[in-house]
């Protein structure tokens, strides 16, 4: 049986003893700036630097044993990744390093006291300023930090927005703007991103003579691997779509290109229809989509619902089809749950009701690009001043009446 996509392994922590060979290494290294300070505060000479280095080897291997046993032997309260950090564990972590930062120097200067310089703490004034120095050099380095931080922060965001960016332009790319013209029946469709990228499409494919595919589908997720699986579904679909009659087998080999070739976690929804202009009639398969909505125009209202599962999360899934028979006056609608779950200010969804309600009292003769504006303009107004949570895709399927042309010819 074949595997799913192996996922990323997590980096692994490093270990207290690697942390605390890494310290000794390279305390020698670090310490060097600081002999180079006091050095030329206590005169600039020869001896003055070697007094300053051996010194700050002291406070280096000290403090710099305190913040390892700080990081590693006491749970300090972290934020959750991907959390909006919070203002008092933050200050408590910084109050912390401060502290251990504190105990590390006065540790080392005892240390220098009775061992080489049985002077070094010799007043108050002497054990003030080596207080003020190591508070003012934690502050330095917090802030250093910070600032790299922040630095990372802006890189990442500008490569998410560049990604986000790119994503964006791959949906275009395959969502179709001209749709066939046919003299018995009029399709339209539309996708209204949101801020972020999601993996809706669409399309409307050519499937031999007098018939075509019409497909809507939405990948789990957001960003590039949601637009790319997107992309690899449409391809799929389209070379399958001559070669392959049964909606429900083009589903089920979709279904297994999607198990085989992505990550535990991506999965799609998909609803295909082949529609057979001569006969008026539609074949179609659901896999977990939102049920498109057959408008009859004596005032039935009908949901497709047969089919099986989502793709990508049983390999060997088996699909069911359905048959309608259309006639004129019918409008069939396809949307993608953009829509029904549309969020206003007061946490209210648009949901299906709506969507049927808002259709079923459309006039009779709106061309199928004025029902999905009509219906895009229903959920603006019931989401108000509130930003659309996901994007927004409607296709629609209107059969014409006799005497009735397609739009636009």
């Known amino acids: 049986m074949a595997g799913r996509a192996p996922t990323k392994r997590p980096k692994r922590p490093r270990s207290a003893w690697r942390s605390l060979l890494d310290l000794l290494a390279l305390t020698p290294l670090g310490a060097i700036p600081f ?127 560049q990604e986000l960016h790119l994503a964006r332009r791959i949906q275009r790319s395959f969502l179709l703007s001209q749709f066939p013209a046919s003299p018995r029946l009029e399709v339209h469709a539309v996708n209204v991103s949101s801020k972020e990228v999601s993996g809706d499409i669409y399309d409307v494919v050519p499937a031999g003579a007098g018939a075509f595919l019409l497909a809507i589908a939405d990948v789990a997720g957001k960003g590039v691997p949601a637009a790319l699986l997107s992309s690899m579904l449409q391809a799929s679909l389209r070379t399958q779509a001559e070669s392959t009659p049964s909606v429900a087998d083009i589903l089920q080999n979709i279904n297994a290109l999607v198990y085989r070739s992505t990550a535990v976690n991506q999965f799609a929804t998909f ?52 048959r309608v028979a259309l006639a004129p006056g019918d409008r069939l609608v396809f949307y993608t749950d953009g829509i029904n779950e549309a969020e206003n200010e007061r946490a209210e969804q648009f949901g299906d009701q709506r969507l049927e309600q808002l259709v079923a009292a459309l006039p009779a003769g709106l061309s199928a690009r004025e029902i999905t504006e009509r219906i895009l303009d229903g959920v603006r107004g019931f989401l108000g001043d509130a930003e659309p949570g996901d994007d927004m895709t409607v296709m629609v399927l209107r059969v014409l009446e006799p005497e009735e042309s397609p739009a636009g010819a």
């Open 35 to 161: 002999a180079l300070f006091f050095g030329v505060l206590s005169g600039a000479t020869r001896g003055a630097f070697v007094g300053a280095y051996i010194l700050s080897l002291y406070f280096g291997y000290a403090i710099g044993l305190a913040i390892w046993a700080l990081e590693h032997f006491v749970p300090l309260p972290r934020d959750a990744e991907g959390a909006k950090p919070d203002l008092r564990r933050t200050l408590f972590r910084v109050g912390s390093y401060g502290v251990a930062s504190l105990v590390g120097a006065y540790a080392a200067a005892f240390a220098i006291h009775f061992t080489i310089a049985p002077t070094f703490l010799g007043s108050l004034k002497d054990v003030l300023e080596i207080g003020m120095f190591t508070l003012l050099f934690c502050a330095l380095f917090i802030g250093i930090t910070a600032a790299y931080a922040f630095y990372h922060q802006a890189v990442d965001k500008a490569k998410a927005e």
């Open 271 to 322: 609803f295909l229809a082949r529609v057979d202009e001569g006969a008026l009639r539609l074949a179609y398969s659901n896999a977990g989509h939102n049920y498109p909505m057959l408008f009859r125009r004596g005032g039935e209202v009908l949901t497709l619902e047969r089919g099986g599962t989502v793709l990508g999360i049983i390999e060997r899934a088996q699909f069911e089809e359905g």
